[in-house]
C-alpha cells in the first residue's frame, strides 16, 4: 500500500473505532475506554482534527476519581464479551464505573505537544482546564504510588504498568496467593491465539490481586500498604517524570508559578530516586520489588526511556546505545519489549518480546532529544516498515514483522499518523 493509503486507513480505524469522543482500542478484544490508549490516540487525531484530539483527553479526565487517580478502564456502557468487567473490580471511587487502578501517565506529556502543535488559537484555553486534573493525578501517583518517598513510581497490578505479561513481573506475581476468585472464564483468548496471551497462572495471580484490593474497598492508602503487589516499574517512573517536565513547561506557559515550584521538585526528587533503579550488572535501569527488596536482571523496552526522561548523561546514553545496537544484531526490527538475549523472551508473547509501536515513538524522542538522530531514525523507519508489513496490528513480531493480538488497533493508527508514517516525516522537513 502507498503511504497515503495508509494514513487514510489509520484515519478510517480511528474514525471507526470513535465511539462518539472516545475511542476503543480496537473492536471485540478491547470494547471499552483505556487510559493510555486514549492518550496516545490524541496525538492521531490532532493530525486532522485538533477539537477531537482534546475532546478524548476531556473525556477520559471524566472519569477521573475523587483521590485524583484516573482509572485504566472507564467502562461507559457493560460489554459482557469483555472480562474483567465492572461488577469484578467492584469500585466507588469516581462518577463512572471503571477498574481500580491507574495506567501509565502520558496525559500531560500528551497535553503539551498538542499545545505546541495547535492550530486552533483555543489550546492553551483548554490545557488550563485540564492542568487541575492533571496536577491532583500527578499528586495522587507521589502520594500512593511512592509512600515511601524513593522517588521511583511504583505499579500494585502489572496491568497498571500497561506491560501487563513483562518477564520483570514474574517472581512478584508468583508471591501472590491465590485466592478469592472462584471460577471464571477468560474473553481474551476466544479473540485471539491463546500463544500471544498470558498463561492462565498469571491470570489467576491477575485477579487475586484486584479480589485483595476490593476487599479493602480501594481505598488507595490501604491499596499501597497491603496489595500483595508493589513494584517500582522503570515504565511508569520514566513516563511520569517526563510527563512532570511536559507539566512544567504548561504551568509556567500559564503563569502558574505556585504549581511550577511543586512540580519543581517532584522533578528533582524523581531524577535522583530514579537513578537507583540501575542496575550495573545488566547497565540499565530495571524494576524494583518494594514487598521483596529485589531488583529484576532483564532489560525491557522501558529501560531505553530513560533518555524520554531526560536522563541523558554519558553513561547512561552509553550503556543504552551499547544495548541497541546489540539487540539491532539479534532481530530485524526494533525494539522488542524485552531483551532477545534474555531466557524470558518470547517473540510473540504480548510483552515479552514483541515490538509496540508507541514505545517505539517515545523511545525515538528521547534518543532525539539526547542528539542522537540516527537511532531515533532507525526507530522511525523500523516502525512503518512493521506497520507495512504487518498492518495496524496491536503489537508485531521482532523477527517477521509479522502483525499479532488485535488488529485494526488505535494507538497504532495513531503512531502511523503523528510520527512513523514518511508522509508525516516529509512534511516535518
Ligand atoms: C493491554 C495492554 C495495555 C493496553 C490495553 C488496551 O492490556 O497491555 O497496555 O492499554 O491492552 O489496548
Not at 3 to 17: F, G, M, R, V, Y
Not at 80 to 94: L, N
Not at 102 to 128: C, F, I, M, N, Y
Not at 171 to 197: C, F, N, Q
Request: charged residues 25%; proline residues 6%; hydrophobic residues 40%.
Amino acid at each position: 500500500m502507498a503511504h497515503s493509503d495508509l494514513d487514510q486507513a489509520a484515519k478510517a480505524i480511528l474514525t471507526e473505532n470513535d465511539q462518539g469522543g472516545y475511542t476503543i482500542p480496537t473492536k471485540g478484544l478491547y470494547p471499552y475506554q483505556w487510559n493510555w490508549d486514549s492518550v496516545f490516540v490524541a496525538l492521531g487525531f490532532a493530525e486532522f482534527d485538533q477539537d477531537r484530539a482534546w475532546q478524548e483527553i476531556e473525556m477520559l479526565f471524566q472519569g477521573q476519581w475523587r483521590d485524583g487517580m484516573v482509572p485504566h478502564i472507564l467502562f461507559r456502557k457493560d460489554d459482557p464479551s469483555y472480562f474483567p468487567g465492572p461488577g469484578v473490580w467492584g469500585t466507588d471511587g469516581g462518577p463512572i464505573p471503571s477498574s481500580g487502578h491507574s495506567q501509565p501517565p502520558v496525559a500531560a506529556s500528551v497535553v503539551h505537544s498538542l499545545v505546541e502543535a495547535d492550530r486552533t488559537g483555543k489550546a492553551l484555553e483548554r490545557a488550563k482546564a485540564l492542568l487541575p486534573k492533571l496536577m491532583a493525578w500527578h499528586r495522587w501517583y507521589l502520594a500512593y504510588r511512592d509512600p515511601k518517598n524513593l522517588g521511583v513510581i511504583a505499579v500494585i497490578h502489572p496491568w497498571e504498568s500497561g506491560r501487563d505479561n513483562l518477564p520483570d513481573w514474574d517472581e512478584a506475581l508468583r508471591a501472590v496467593e491465590v485466592k478469592d476468585i472462584g471460577p471464571y472464564e477468560r474473553k481474551d483468548t476466544s479473540h485471539v491465539d491463546p500463544a500471544m496471551r498470558p498463561h492462565k497462572e498469571d491470570y489467576d495471580r491477575y485477579l487475586s490481586i484486584v479480589a485483595a484490593c476490593r476487599k479493602v474497598g480501594w481505598d488507595p492508602e490501604k491499596v499501597a500498604e497491603t496489595c500483595p503487589f508493589f513494584v517500582a516499574d522503570p515504565g511508569v517512573t520514566f513516563i511520569f517524570l517526563r510527563a512532570n517536565r511536559d507539566l512544567l513547561a504548561l504551568a509556567e506557559k500559564l503563569g502558574m508559578s505556585a504549581e511550577a515550584d511543586e512540580i519543581r521538585g517532584w522533578i528533582a526528587a524523581m531524577e535522583k530516586g530514579s537513578r537507583t533503579l540501575w542496575n550495573d550488572e545488566v547497565k540499565a535501569h530495571v524494576a524494583f520489588d518494594e514487598r521483596r527488596g529485589k531488583q529484576t536482571d532483564g532489560i525491557s523496552s522501558a529501560s531505553f526511556l530513560a533518555l524520554y526522561a531526560g536522563l541523558h548523561d554519558p553513561q547512561t546514553l552509553g550503556a543504552l546505545q551499547a544495548h541497541f545496537d546489540r539487540i539491532a544484531e539479534r532481530v530485524e526490527y526494533l525494539m522488542p519489549s524485552y531483551d532477545p538475549d534474555h531466557r524470558s523472551y518470547e517473540p510473540l508473547r504480548y510483552w515479552r518480546g514483541p515490538v509496540w509501536a508507541m514505545i517505539n515513538y517515545m523511545i525515538a524522542k528521547g534518543f532525539a532529544e539526547a542528539g542522537d538522530a540516527v537511532r531515533a531514525e532507525r526507530l522511525r523507519a523500523d516502525t512503518a516498515r512493521l506497520i507495512e508489513t504487518g498492518g495496524f496490528a496491536e503489537y508485531f513480531s521482532p523477527e517477521t514483522g509479522a502483525g499479532a493480538g488485535g488488529g485494526s488497533f488505535s494507538w497504532t493508527s495513531a503512531i502511523w499518523l503523528t510520527w512513523a508514517s514518511p508522509s508525516h516525516a516529509e512534511q516535518a522537513a
